[in-house]
């Protein structure tokens, strides 16, 4: 909801595209457990299997470490797959079934290096990244499973309950490194399904508040507060207006001198009545006088009102507040641009771009600026850059494929080779 993007979130996007802890440690492993795949035909591999005895050794171990798995004997299942790979270092779903087995004992290390080992035998399967994700996630190796889990949505997971799974971990990783509307537009997929289950409405609080921290991280005394930011939130991804309307006033009504909750009321009314909202973001202000999204907000919403005389000082306080910020140097730049100062504006736009290479509106404003100068060519290639990267972001916003499922629970995913790749 906010409308910067922070760089270490860059950083995380630049890693996937080149190539879901605990108020106990019982509910972080409930949140990443998933039940164990199927049975599937096996995934294609280059190598032969073992001749002669050997061949007949790596079925007999197959069968029953299949068996083991089905009866739901984990630590069986996990040694007897264990053997059949020492005996063909191959065989991905062999690593596939192992992890599982590790992942349903909560033994992450173990699952993690698993599903490393099928993501590198099927680099394009998106499960095996999820469920590689979901073991680093219960590591607490958060910048990895992010990484990891947002490869997943880019391959795409055609199960949708890991597909949910892993997608809601990802969410509520987004919000813990203050990537608050990239969580928010990625919980809203599941409120576009229907699913207002109290984890996501939950989830949904915590970003529309900005704060950033885990959802088993969350203070109890803060847990109403909460819940009705996340209830608003989602009543307004599903365009329940009037009750959205309703969840934000009695929100502001019994906490007015609590960080955020005026903001959150702002962002609301931005669609329909940006005049008051930026009223409610005045008074955030007067609860955290020098924030740089509250400045930041209203100085764009007077660049959208067509008034960068009146965004002017606003987008200056931005960047006085938060000088690394790159959405505060992109909204000043266009303010100055806007007021005739094109030659400062082009600079501090320039350098929006150097906070952050990989933002496509920073690319389209500068592109904007340096056409009103005549610099036509680096306008082009402005121009160009933004087409590359708005197809990048919508990518790893949406994935590459439609990632759906409710249950953030328990999931059961085709290993890969099988039929439901």
């Not at 050794?57 to 040694?79: C, G």
């Not at 004992?105 to 590198?120: H, I, M, N, P, Q």
């Not at 203050?178 to 915590?206: C, K, S, V, W």
């Not at 502001?252 to 903001?263: C, L």
Request: aromatic share 8%.
């Amino acid at each position: 909801m906010s409308t910067c993007m922070d760089r270490r979130w860059t950083v995380v996007i630049t890693c996937v595209t080149l190539l879901l802890s605990a108020a106990g440690a019982a509910s972080a492993q409930t949140a990443t457990s998933a039940a164990p795949p199927p049975a599937q035909s096996a995934p294609k591999s280059t190598a032969q299997k073992p001749g002669g005895a050997g061949s007949a050794q790596f079925d007999a171990l197959v069968k029953q470490a299949t068996a083991a798995r089905q009866a739901e004997q984990w630590e069986d299942a996990a040694a007897l797959f264990t053997k059949a790979i020492k005996l063909r270092p191959d065989y991905a779903e062999g690593y596939w079934y192992q992890g599982a087995a590790y992942y349903q004992l909560d033994k992450f290390a173990e699952c993690k290096e698993s599903f490393r080992r099928v993501t590198k035998l099927s680099p394009t399967h998106g499960a095996a990244f999820a469920f590689l994700g979901l073991c680093e996630f219960g590591l607490k190796e958060y910048d990895r499973s992010l990484q990891h889990l947002m490869q997943s949505r880019i391959l795409g997971v055609a199960d949708k309950e890991l597909g949910g799974t892993a997608r809601y971990h990802a969410s509520i990783l987004m919000t813990r490194i203050e990537q608050f509307q990239q969580a928010l537009q990625t919980l809203g997929e599941f409120a576009l399904e229907g699913t207002d289950n109290p984890r996501i409405i939950e989830a949904m609080g915590i970003a529309t508040l900005r704060m950033p921290m885990l959802p088993t991280e969350l203070p109890p005394d803060r847990r109403e507060m909460v819940l009705m930011a996340g209830r608003g939130s989602y009543q307004m991804a599903t365009r329940q207006t009037k009750a959205a309307a309703k969840a934000f006033e009695a929100l502001v009504a019994r906490y007015p001198e609590t960080p955020n909750v005026h903001y959150a009321y702002g962002v609301y009314l931005l669609i329909e009545q940006p005049a008051q909202a930026i009223e409610e973001f005045k008074k955030e202000l007067n609860v955290q006088p020098n924030d740089s999204e509250t400045l930041m907000q209203i100085a764009y919403q007077y660049l959208k009102d067509s008034n960068a005389a009146e965004a002017l000082p606003w987008a200056q306080k931005a960047v006085d507040a938060a000088p690394n910020n790159y959405a505060s140097h992109r909204a000043l730049g266009e303010a100055l641009v806007e007021t005739g100062n094109t030659t400062e504006g082009i600079a501090h736009l320039e350098q929006a771009i150097k906070l952050a290479p990989e933002s496509p509106s920073a690319h389209f404003a500068l592109a904007k600026a340096y056409q009103r100068v005549g610099r036509s060519a680096d306008a082009q290639r402005e121009r160009s850059e933004f087409t590359r990267l708005d197809r990048l972001a919508r990518t790893n916003r949406s994935g590459a494929q439609s990632v759906g499922g409710q249950d953030t629970e328990r999931a059961q995913p085709a290993p890969p080779g099988s039929q439901q790749q």
